[in-house]
């Protein structure tokens, strides 16, 4: 049974042989539903015509990553942006944090891979509604949580 996608805001439900009446987030007053009204896709159907591809801008600098339709994930390597050229200065200082849904199977293979290059796991977590986290450090010091689905609740499995 394929796992459907809403074509708006990516949110991915649990599997099943039709796709929900509608998406929970898309109904929330903050989002939206397209005028064309709620659509649906699969992975099946998207890995059919689309494929990840990662693209620098500006290489060495910084990379840009569209999460779904509408999000963009900003990576800044921090020595470039703090010269303030072209744009003024910025950066933080001190461990950032961000964290990355994967599946609750890859959970072990994610482990073994980053242990196997030399990856120290600080911490793992198992959160009260379900879901695990893993986390570890990337090379400027920010804290990585790779979470698998289950931990907030929400409709999407997350
Ligand atoms: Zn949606």
Redesign the pocket.
Known sequence: MPNFL?T??G?QYAESDQPPAT?A??QDER?YVKATGQQWTTLDKLRLTNRNSLKFKEPGRHAFFQVGEASVLLAFRAEATLKGDPLPPHGATGPGHFALGIAAEDLDGWRKLLQGHGVTIEKEVGWPRGGKSLYFRDPAGNSVELVTPGVWGLPSGW
């Open positions: 809403c708006t805001c949110t998406c987030i898309c989002q």
